[in-house]
């Protein structure tokens, strides 16, 4: 007898990825291990006549399973008591995963970068021809779509995409879906929320700007990778931890924006894993302030700056005296590539900057006899040559400038303006060059 397995947690990529696998191999029993999912849950009571799942702690017929299909992960921690039947059970097993890291070993393998396992075996079906009907188009779009965050997250690739686009010609509609994928949090998600919000502390690690919260919990609250997902976002977060007591146990979720933090090699050294952007991990006989102290001494050898600010600033820098007339800058900044300029005073210190429009829209009401300290934005930001790109990053966003002075010691070696930003988000990755 063949099964199909998941991780515990049941989510719509895992569920979409089973029966994707069910459909590809031409049948088998679906077991699902622990507590589904909320929306998840949900989905399968308005679909029981389409979606055939049973719980593997209620499942009599261990002793006929040969071969057991693995999808969406290849870890023991995930399997719950399903890892005891396989420790004692010699099966063939078959594994589907997208995380770059496990410690099950299939007899066939197909693990594959992209942003949801689901992808992987819709692509199969589409090579083999196999009929997909809408419903199940309707799930393999949600089972996508959870996972990439509508394809919005890092992790999605341009395959996700292009199965979204075929899943879409076989009559998945995105708006039969939506509900699934926005359902809002019940009370207890809300007041775990609400107590990671409140609890969130900010944290610099080797010049890393990171968040972690904590809490304690007396019931046990599912969803946590989803509410700290939501937080991160809010409060426009680069790199946060939500660290959470449940009874015995304390998960352990991280989630980064950045390139800086490796969070599927964090979690492994906790004993969880998922995706280098997002993963977590579950720890025994512990507590959420001891975990929280591991994490962060954890943090000081693991996250480590890659980019720099030096890596991306513009130099040699175009800079103004505060004292020049207009119309003496005029014709050295209209053949400048720069858009703004810092301003020194006579001792070479940096007091201001000015924009080329702003010297340019004096120039129209000929205004040239002004000073460029009369026009120049005194607001000044100033970032250590080694600052992580992360924290770069993150400066424009709160700061909201045009131009962010890069300096080593007491003096200026560059400037970075979002153009340079965005030069360092998309070279390499199929767009600026």
Known sequence: MRVFVSHEGMDFDSLAGMVAARKLYGGGELLSLGKKRDNVALFLKLHYKYFSIEKFSR???LADITEVVMVDTRRRQRLGRFADFLEKNPVNIIIYDHHPGGDIT???NYVEATGAVTTLLVEKLFEKEIYID???AALFLLGIYEDTGSLTYSTTTARDVAAVAELMKRGGRPENIHAFLNREFNPLQHKLQDM??????AYSVNGLPLHIATAVLDEIVGGISDILQRIHTLENLQTSFAIVQMGKKVLVVGKTAGDDVNMNEIMTAFGGGGHIKSASATLLDTTAPDVKERLLSLLKTKAVPGIKAEDIMSRPVFTLNENEK????????IYSHYRSAPVENDQGQIVGWVSKEKIMQMREKK????PVKGIMDRFLVFLPADSPVDRVR???FKENVSLIIVTKGENMAGIITPSDVVHYLHAGKGGLS
Do not use: M, R, Y
Request: glycine letters at 6%; proline letters at 3%.
């Open 59 to 61: 499942f009599k017929n």
């Open 106 to 108: 299939g007899e066939e």
């Open 134 to 136: 809408p419903v199940e």
């Open 196 to 201: 990671l919000k409140e609890s969130l502390q």
């Open 326 to 333: 207009l119309g003496s800058v005029i014709e050295k900044i």
């Open 367 to 370: 205004q040239l006899h002004v």
């Open 394 to 396: 993150e400066t424009f």
